[in-house]
C-alpha cells in the first residue's frame, strides 16, 4: 500500500552541479585561439562543438560571401580611413582564423604578392577597396558584418570559458529536510 503523506510530499531538490574550469586562464586563451576549445579542454563538449560550429561557420560563411576581401589588417599609409580597421579588430575575436590577414598585410606592405590566391590581403589603396565594395554589392558589407558578429560572439564564449555559466549554477545552501507530516507540532 503506498503512503499517501509520501506522493503529496515536494520532491527533493536536485543535487548542486559543480563544473569544473579547470585553469580558467588557459581556457580562454584556448577558447581565443579556436573557438570551442576553452570547452574542450574544460570537457564541456557540447558547449565546445556548439561554439565552434556556430562561431566558425559564421566567420567563414562571411568571408566566403566577402570572396575573401572582407578580412584583412591594414597597415598601409594615411590613405587608409579608420572604418578599414575596427572590423578588423572585431573580427580578430575568431582568434586563429582571422590571423592570415596580418601575414598578407605584412608581405603587401613589403612589396611581395599575397598569397592564399589573394585571400585577406589588403586592398592596395582606396581605388582597389571602391572596386571591391562595388563589384561585391551587398555581399562585401554583409560578409564584412557576419565575420564580426562572429567576432563579437567569440567574445562571449571567451568569457563563458573563463568565468563558467553565469545563471543557474549559483552554490545553494543544502536542502533542509522535509517536514515529516505523521509529525504533530507542538502547541506554542
Known amino acids: 500500500m503506498v ?3 509520501a506522493e ?3 520532491p527533493a531538490p536536485e543535487a548542486e552541479v559543480v ?3 579547470k585553469n580558467p586562464s588557459v581556457a580562454a586563451i584556448l577558447a581565443w585561439l579556436i573557438p570551442g576549445a576553452g570547452h574542450f579542454y574544460q570537457k564541456r563538449y557540447a558547449k565546445g562543438v556548439l561554439f565552434m560550429s556556430c562561431i566558425l561557420g559564421t566567420f567563414f560563411f562571411g568571408l566566403v560571401l566577402g570572396e575573401g576581401k572582407v578580412v584583412y589588417a591594414d597597415q598601409a599609409g594615411p590613405a587608409v580611413r579608420w572604418y578599414t580597421r575596427w572590423p578588423y579588430a572585431l573580427q580578430l575575436g575568431v582568434g586563429l582564423p582571422a ?3 596580418i601575414l598578407q598585410s605584412m608581405r ?3 612589396g611581395q604578392e599575397p598569397i592564399l590566391g589573394g585571400w585577406m590581403a589588403p586592398p592596395v589603396d582606396d581605388y582597389e577597396l571602391n572596386q571591391w565594395t562595388e563589384r561585391l554589392s551587398l555581399r ?3 560578409g564584412r558584418i557576419y565575420t564580426m558578429v562572429a567576432g563579437l560572439l567569440n567574445l562571449l564564449a571567451i568569457y563563458d570559458a573563463f568565468a ?3 545563471a543557474g549554477m549559483a ?3 543544502p536542502p533542509e529536510p522535509a517536514a515529516d507530516p505523521k509529525r504533530k507540532r507542538a502547541p506554542a
Do not use: E, M, Q, R
Open 99 to 101: 590571423t592570415p590577414a
Open 19 to 21: 563544473i569544473d574550469l
Open 140 to 142: 562585401f558589407d554583409v
Open 8 to 10: 503529496t510530499s515536494t
Open 108 to 110: 603587401v606592405s613589403n
Open 3 to 5: 503512503d499517501p503523506a
Open 171 to 173: 552554490k545553494t545552501h
Open 164 to 166: 563558467g555559466p553565469v
